[in-house]
Structures are given as C-alpha cells and as structure tokens.
C-alpha cells in the first residue's frame, strides 16, 4: 500500500472534480494553486505509478498527448482529431467484445482501453 501523500492525494482530487481529461501540464498548473512548490516531475511521477496501480487510466489523445481520467473502469473515449478534446463515451460496453477478442487470439484479456479518433459533434457542424 502506498503512503499518503499531499500531492498524491491532490492529483486525484483534481482528476475526480473534473469530467475533461486532462494532460498532465493542466493538472501541474491547477495542483499550483494549492501546493505552489509541487514540481512538474512530482505530477508526472504521481501520474505515472496512479496509473499503473489502476487508480487512474492514462491514454494518448488524437494529438498524441497523454490524458488521463478518475474513471479507471473501462468504458470507450472519443478523442476529437479536431479540436483535440476528449469525451467519455456514455454508451453501453458489450463485455462480449472482450471475450470474443480473448477467444480469437488465445489471449488472456486482463485490462482495455477502448478509444475512438474522429471529430465531435461541434467540430462537425
């Protein structure tokens, strides 16, 4: 079990108060405002061992940049390749996917991240 730790805590704070996916610049610039002396190398590591501890899901956007999102249970993500937003998808997961995917390659499936690249609605119009 990890220790408690101020800046851990706030991180998690931040990621859980919102419903944008932030970049990890984004969460250093808002963790400032309640611990002016955190590093930027602090966000990262905390990011870093939130995410493979399966707090936090940590993914690449459209653009390339790293995201992450509070919701650690798997559900799909829209990344805009035009405005370069990223929306949850509020749709249902068909589990049956996994398992068909797991069956047709003998694989053991133990985690996913399901993420659509294309435009949102409002670069749509």
Known sequence: MKRYSKQRETILKILHDTKLHPTASVIYEKARESIPNISLGTVYR?????????????????????HYDAT??????????????????EIPFAADFVNQ?????????????????????????
């Open 72 to 89: 650690a249970v798997p559900h799909p993500h829209l990344c805009c390749t035009g405005c370069n937003q990223v929306l949850d998808l």
């Open 101 to 125: 995917s797991a069956a047709h390659t003998g694989a053991k499936i133990t985690n996913h991240h399901i993420i659509f690249y294309g435009k949102c609605a409002k670069c749509c119009n």
């Open 46 to 66: 905390n990011l870093s061992e939130l995410s493979t501890s399966g707090e936090i899901m940590a993914f690449k956007a459209a653009d390339g940049s790293e």
